[in-house]
C-alpha cells in the first residue's frame, strides 16, 4: 500500500521555486524537442476595481523544449499584463548566492550522519538506488535526508527530459526582461529554504522513501503529475495530490501551501487597486487549486474571478450538444 504521504513530492514541486535550483546540475541526456500541441494552461483572471485586473497562472516549474511556445490564452495574459510576479524575483532565483544558501542549509550541523536518520530497509535501498545511478553517497553522507530525497527526484525527473531551466516561470522571466517589464517575488528564497528545512525527522525520511518507490515505479507519479498539468486538469491535480497530502500529513500542507497563500492574498489585493491595470502573477500550480488556493480565496473576499481557457470551449461545446441530440433521437425512433 502507498504512504499516505505519496504525492507530497508532486506538491513540493508544484509550489515553491527555489526548491529547483540545484536541478540545473543534475539534468542530462534530455530528448530531443518534438512539436506538440500548446499545453492548457491554469489561468483565472480576477477582476478588480476601475479596470484592474490579475491574471493567474498555475507554473510547472521543470518542463520541456516542446512545451513551448504556450498557449494563446497565456500569451494575451502576458501581453495585456504592466509587470508580472512569481513566487521569488527572477533576480534572486538567478543569484549565485542561492545554491549555497540551499546547500549551506542542507548540511548536517548536529555531529549526525544521513544514515542515522534512516530505517535499516530505506538504508538499504537508498544504497541500491545509489549503485545503480552512480549517485556518491559518500558526499551526501552529512546531507539532511530532505536534501537527498529533492535531489533524487529531480534527478529522475531530468531523465524524462524534465529541467528547470525550462519552467514557466523561468521562460515568463525572460520574456519579461526582454520585454522591458518588471518583474518582481511574492517571497524570498531563505523562506522557501526554511520551509524545506523546518521538516521533521519523519517527514524528511518519508520525503526520501517516496523518492526511491518513485524511481523504483519508473517515475510514472511524476509523468502523470506532469501530463495532468499539461492537460490543464485541475480537478485530478487536487484530487489525487493535494488531498492526499492534505489528509496524512497536514502540518506540512500548511506550511507549503495554506500558510504561502494567506502570506500572498494581501499582496494580490495590492495589485487590484484603481489604476493598477492587469498584473500577470506566476505561481506554482497547487497555490491556485482547491478551497485552500488563491483563486478561491480571492473569490471569498468578493472579486469576480473565471478561468480563462479557450482550448476547453470545444469540449464544453461537444458536451452540451451531444444531450439535444440523443433526446430528438430517441423521439425520432418513438
Known amino acids: 500500500m502507498k504512504s499516505r504521504f505519496h504525492n507530497a513530492l508532486g506538491a513540493l514541486l508544484l509550489t515553491a521555486a527555489a526548491l529547483l535550483v540545484p536541478a540545473a546540475a543534475i539534468g542530462k541526456d534530455a530528448p530531443a524537442s518534438v512539436p506538440r500541441a500548446a499545453p492548457v494552461p491554469l489561468l483565472w483572471k480576477v477582476s478588480g476595481a476601475d479596470g484592474s485586473e490579475l491574471y493567474l497562472l498555475g507554473s510547472f516549474h521543470l518542463l520541456k523544449p516542446q512545451d513551448y511556445p504556450p498557449s494563446a490564452d497565456v500569451e494575451q495574459a502576458?501581453?495585456?499584463?504592466?509587470?508580472?510576479?512569481?513566487?521569488?524575483?527572477?533576480?534572486?532565483?538567478?543569484?549565485?548566492?542561492?545554491?549555497?544558501?540551499?546547500?549551506?542549509?542542507?548540511?548536517?550541523?548536529?555531529?549526525?550522519?544521513?544514515?542515522?536518520?534512516?530505517?535499516?530497509?530505506?538504508?538499504?535501498?537508498?544504497?541500491?538506488?545509489?549503485?545503480?545511478?552512480?549517485?556518491p553517497l559518500d558526499r551526501l553522507a552529512g546531507m539532511k535526508p530532505w536534501f537527498v530525497g529533492l535531489s533524487i527526484s529531480l534527478a529522475q525527473m531530468a531523465k524524462q527530459g524534465l529541467d528547470p531551466q525550462s519552467g514557466l516561470d523561468r521562460y515568463l522571466m525572460g520574456r519579461a526582461d526582454a520585454a522591458g517589464k518588471p518583474a518582481s517575488g511574492l517571497e524570498t528564497g531563505a523562506g522557501q529554504i526554511a520551509l524545506l528545512d523546518g521538516m521533521d525527522t519523519l517527514e524528511q525520511r518519508q520525503l526520501l522513501r517516496e523518492a526511491l518507490e518513485q524511481a523504483e515505479q519508473g517515475d510514472a507519479d511524476g509523468q502523470r503529475l506532469y501530463d495532468a498539468w499539461r492537460r490543464g486538469?485541475?480537478?485530478?491535480?487536487?484530487?489525487?495530490?493535494?488531498?492526499?497530502?492534505?489528509?496524512?500529513?497536514?502540518?506540512?500542507?500548511r506550511r507549503i501551501n495554506v500558510d504561502r497563500n494567506d502570506a500572498w492574498v494581501p499582496l494580490l489585493e495590492q495589485q487590484l487597486k484603481p489604476g493598477r491595470g492587469s498584473t500577470l502573477v506566476v505561481v506554482g500550480a497547487l497555490h491556485l487549486l482547491g478551497n485552500d488556493g488563491v483563486v478561491e480565496k480571492l473569490r471569498a473576499r468578493g472579486y469576480a474571478v473565471k478561468r480563462i481557457c479557450s482550448s476547453c470551449q470545444p469540449q464544453k461545446k461537444a458536451a452540451a450538444l451531444r444531450q439535444p441530440v440523443t433526446r430528438t433521437a430517441q423521439k425520432a425512433g418513438a
Open 78 to 135: 502576458f501581453v495585456a499584463a504592466r509587470r508580472l510576479l512569481f513566487e521569488l524575483s527572477p533576480q534572486e532565483l538567478a543569484s549565485p548566492t542561492l545554491p549555497a544558501q540551499m546547500l549551506q542549509a542542507a548540511v548536517r550541523q548536529d555531529g549526525r550522519q544521513l544514515k542515522d536518520d534512516l530505517d535499516a530497509a530505506t538504508w538499504t535501498r537508498l544504497q541500491g538506488y545509489a549503485r545503480a545511478n552512480a549517485l
Open 233 to 253: 486538469d485541475e480537478a485530478m491535480l487536487w484530487k489525487d495530490m493535494a488531498q492526499q497530502m492534505k489528509r496524512g500529513y497536514p502540518q506540512l500542507y
